[in-house]
Nanobody, 122 residues
Framework: QEQMVESGGGLVQPGGSLRLSCAGS????????IGWFRQAPGKTREAVVC????????YYGDAVKDRFSIWVDAAKNSLGLHMKDLKADDAAVYYC???????????????WGQGTQVTVST
């Protein structure tokens, strides 16, 4: 049974930082494109970052480029997201996910977690 579980969300002030973590089980991260997407209430699903299974490079969404960074520990099936200089528009539920290819990460990923809430507010 493939599972992914996010953790690390919380409340931060604008300009603050958070680190999210994701634990996978039932499958190997190395076999998939792995990354994060987010969704705010009333908004569409938005790609945050994805490590492509094709070239093993990280692709970041324009809104988070240069502020967020992804890490992965394949041996532990663990994934993380470092978020810096958080803005109000970053507030959302963040999900880790896996799929055959990065373009599908925001469509219908093979596996994704329950999400962790990130709130950015003064």
């Amino acid at each position: 049974q493939e599972q992914m579980v996010e953790s690390g969300g919380g409340l931060v002030q604008p300009g603050g930082s958070l680190r999210l973590s994701c634990a996978g089980s039932g499958f190997r991260f190395d076999d998939y494109s792995i990354g994060w997407f987010r969704q705010a209430p009333g908004k569409t699903r938005e790609a945050v970052v994805c490590i492509s299974s094709d070239d093993r490079l990280a692709y970041y969404g324009d809104a988070v480029k240069d502020r967020f960074s992804i890490w992965v520990d394949a041996a532990k099936n663990s994934l993380g997201l470092h978020m810096k200089d958080l803005k109000a528009d970053d507030a959302a539920v963040y999900y880790c996910a896996a799929d055959q290819a990065c373009p599908r990460l925001t469509s219908e990923p093979t596996c994704w977690g329950q999400g962790t809430q990130v709130t950015v507010s003064t």
